[in-house]
């Protein structure tokens, strides 16, 4: 038996690519200091292979070339024009973008040295590694809250409650988002592998991270791949995920379906029912009908016709005689052998709901948009009530910012000047990870748009701290710092190159598909996390292809 065992590790083990599952582990992980040891690592592991015939074997790291390249030139046209704080902040982006060729090298490096079967059995295990680290992640928080669903629980100020995927981070330890991506990417992966249990494992990843708009994507992928790409079986793993997510949003997570309704509700203009409560009913019942309005002199008629009916009712009801009946001592002593009990505090009520203090955080935004924003709108009222979300805006000013400066329409405002995750960080405000503040930098266009979009929604309070209401997008990082140059480059060499490799009957087309959903949502490129598992899952396909697999 102990034999056996052995020989079934160690064949398990050696269908496992580690040095693959290693880098992907590291690179993706949180922290930009462990991405750099991963680079680093495998940089000195096979640093011969990092020659112009490697770095541009494929069309991809060109986009990744050129978008360096840019920085360069705009680094070299605002030389008249010399700050030394806006150069650390390009050389910054100069080295995210250095860093995404390092690893887009090392991933057709690590590809090109295991079979297909291989590289399938260790992308499966990474996916099977997040899954396990996100159901312990939750198991922990329902120790901690005491309850099996803290999606419903109110407890500890609602600690968990509706937040509750915002916590499911998974092996990455990157915000819910990255994880919501990671499984459903694995979902579209493993759909086409026919791996059954581990796609339902990734939907249930996927839908405990309760990350609306990535689920949303998700769905328009499974709507292409039912019509144009499935099969009967596939057909039917896709009808039971869909069904999950049914479940989960009407039993599980039931507040959080309340959330997309009244989100889509605010954005489609469809107006609230207002509940009108006990006190403002006996208030309109005593107003004169010339000061109501047609719904409330409706409410009035109903009240009164309602009191005609009730007060008819009391004077025909004659009270029956109660005849008492005599009680002996004995039957009035109750015994029943266990302590009286005091009555549990209720959870649902106001003690125990969230706390509505404003954090360390947005107090520090909110005084930051005092003092560089003349009139700035602190109402929340006024904020919640928008009904176009903050994602839409932010790509309209984008458009509005280029008409105003038509030619930056080439080549962009310039690296950290518009739209990215560097720009947020270089603020030195905390928003996107740790920056000296002595090389704090915010360029005017920036801070006028889409830095004000950010502080107007999130130096409020937490319920309006929503995905769509972040500015983040690669379509607008592109488009207002690279301008249609560098919008160009990514539709031809990344895109395009990528699209060109999808055959028949294979998960490229919808993986590809989904990524493009996925970039409108955050700056992924900067973050170096789900491009890179899109690039090594579509790397392996073109290996397939390559070799002439169907």
């Not at 990535?214 to 793993?237: A, D, E, G, Y």
């Amino acid at each position: 038996m102990i034999n056996r065992l052995s020989r079934y590790l160690r064949t398990s083990a050696l269908s496992i690519h580690w040095p693959l599952l290693l880098f992907l582990l590291m690179i993706m992980d949180v922290k930009m200091a462990v991405k750099v040891v991963a680079l680093v690592i495998f940089l000195v592991r096979d640093y011969k292979i990092f020659t112009a015939k490697n770095i541009f074997r494929r069309s991809h790291t060109w986009f990744y070339a050129i978008m360096a390249g840019i920085v360069v030139l705009h680094v070299i046209i605002s030389f008249s024009s010399f700050n030394s704080n806006y150069v650390v902040a390009a050389g910054l982006g100069l080295f995210y973008w250095l860093c995404c060729v390092l690893a887009a090298v090392i991933l057709q490096r690590e590809t090109s040295r295991a079979d297909t079967k291989t590289l399938h059995n260790t992308i499966s295990l990474f996916l099977l590694l997040n899954i396990s680290f996100t159901a312990l992640q939750l198991l922990m928080i329902m120790i901690d809250a005491g309850s099996v669903n803290p999606f419903t629980y109110q407890g500890m100020q609602q600690k968990y409650f509706i937040g509750t995927g915002d916590l499911l981070t998974g092996i990455t330890m990157d915000v819910s988002t990255t994880n919501a991506v990671i499984c459903s990417m694995g979902i579209i992966y493993c759909l086409h592998r026919k791996q059954w249990v581990l796609t339902l494992l990734c939907m249930a990843c996927l839908l405990v991270t309760a990350s609306n708009i990535t689920f949303l994507l998700l769905l328009l992928v499974f709507v292409f791949m039912f019509i144009f790409r499935s099969t009967k079986l596939q057909k039917s793993i896709i009808t039971i995920c869909l069904f999950g997510g049914l479940v989960f949003m009407t039993k599980v997570s039931p507040q959080n379906n309340t959330y997309v309704k009244e989100a889509w509700g605010k954005m489609l203009g469809i107006k609230k029912t207002k509940v009108v409560a006990p006190e403002d009913l006996l208030t309109i019942k005593a107003k004169p009908d010339s000061t109501l309005n047609g719904e409330e002199i409706k409410q009035k008629k109903a009240m009164l016709a309602l009191d005609s009916v009730s007060t008819a009712e009391k004077k025909e009801t004659v009270p029956a005689r109660i005849t008492p009946v005599p009680t002996t001592k004995k039957e009035l002593v109750v015994s029943t052998g266990h302590k009286p009990v005091l009555p549990k505090d209720n959870i649902h009520t106001q003690p125990f709901q969230r706390r509505h203090d404003t954090s360390g955080y947005q107090r520090a935004l909110l005084s930051f948009a005092v003092t560089t924003r003349a009139g700035v709108d602190t109402s929340l009222k006024k904020t919640k009530s928008r009904r176009i979300p903050g994602k839409i805006i932010a790509l309209e000013e984008t458009i509005t910012y280029l008409n105003a400066h038509p030619l930056q329409w080439l080549i962009g405002a310039g690296c950290g000047n518009f739209s990215s995750k560097l720009a947020f960080r270089t603020t030195a405000l905390g928003i996107s990870g740790g920056y000296p503040e002595r090389f704090k930098y915010i360029h005017p266009a920036f801070l006028k748009n889409h830095l004000a979009l950010y502080l107007n929604y999130f130096s409020k309070d937490i319920e309006i701290h929503s995905v769509i209401n972040n500015p983040n997008s690669v379509y607008n990082q592109l488009l207002s710092e690279y301008g249609l140059a560098g919008m160009a480059a990514f539709l031809v060499f990344y895109a395009g190159y990528f699209f060109r490799q999808t055959r028949k009957n294979s998960y490229a087309l919808p993986l590809l598909l989904f990524l493009m959903g996925t970039l409108a949502v955050e700056y992924w490129f900067e973050q170096l996390s789900i491009v890179i598992l899109f690039e090594c899952m579509m790397l392996i396909h073109q290996k397939e292809k390559e070799a002439g697999y169907e």
